[in-house]
């Protein structure tokens, strides 16, 4: 098995890459067509391939939103490995905590478009969300905030609101990223808690090469990546290049042969 580094995310330990599930559940962030095509060849076999394949490889957790069919995968992948699979849950409805809680999730975080509604830019803070992060506590999950807004960082650290981490977009475009990456790259940097890094490849339109060698080396050791696999050969291909970064190695990847590359062969 790959030994992915964990990180300490309020008492637990989670791998710093993560499996993130929109290329499972249907979120392609690019054409209806490509959901439809995900929802179509996504079953319940090819889910848990992906899961089995991810603990395989050290990776142990899993980010996504209520879904029953992904937490029936999680809890089959769980009974067949006999270890935990941590469930990241990012709800956006406040009785969702109750199925989270239900489902077992350990981490949850209340949805980008639940968080980002209660940014006050002029009085530089999130009154408000504290109810949805009481409720994470009361039910002895750990709270964390997705958001797309590079101020619910800054804004959650200064007021000292109980969380135990963050879900920032970041990548080298700048893909839905509210602000330069520069600055997405300071904050995340100075932010007191762990930040799962979401869409490093900028939802597919840059390559895990790209992708990763930017993000692991401009974001710290107790970050998170966050990565949606879309078959296992994904997964272990993934995990390669983010090794061999960390572990400053060449890449011992399978290139893709075209036609057009042919006369690069040795």
Same mark, same amino acid.
């Given at each position: ?26 979120? @392609? ?41 992904? @937490? ?28 989270? %809680?239900?489902?077992?999730? %350990? ?5 980008? @478009? ?6 006050? %830019? ?80 900028? @939802? ?63």
């Amino acid at each position: 098995m790959n030994k992915i580094p964990k990180t300490n995310v309020g008492g637990i330990y989670v791998s710093r890459l993560i499996c993130g599930t929109n290329w499972i559940l249907g979120y @392609s962030h690019q054409t209806s067509s490509k959901d439809r095509m995900i929802k179509q060849i996504m079953e319940e076999k090819k889910i848990i391939d992906i899961l089995c394949t991810c603990m395989k490889n050290g990776i142990n957790a899993v980010m996504g939103p209520p879904n029953e069919l992904l @937490s029936k995968c999680i809890d089959k992948v769980k009974e067949k490995f006999g270890e935990e699979l941590i469930y990241i849950c990012t709800p956006w409805k406040i009785e969702e905590i109750d199925w989270a %809680k239900e489902k077992g999730a %350990k981490i949850c975080m209340p949805h980008t @478009s639940v968080t980002d509604t209660y940014v006050n %830019k002029r009085e530089k803070n999130l009154k408000g969300i504290e109810v949805w992060l009481e409720k994470i506590r009361e039910y002895e999950m750990i709270p964390g905030l997705s958001t797309h807004v590079p101020e619910t960082i800054i804004y959650a650290d200064n007021t000292n609101l109980d969380v135990e981490t963050y879900i920032q977009i970041y990548n080298p475009i700048g893909f839905l990223c509210n602000i330069e990456v520069e600055w997405i790259y300071k904050i995340i940097n100075e932010a007191k808690k762990p930040v799962m890094i979401i869409k490093p490849f900028a @939802s597919g339109r840059i390559s895990p090469f790209v992708g990763l060698n930017f993000v692991v080396n401009t974001i710290r050791d107790i970050d998170m990546i966050t990565i949606g696999f879309n078959s296992p050969y994904e997964v272990e291909e993934d995990v390669e290049i983010f090794l061999s970064i960390i572990e400053k190695r060449k890449s011992n990847l399978e290139y893709q042969i075209t036609r057009s590359k042919k006369n690069l062969e040795k």
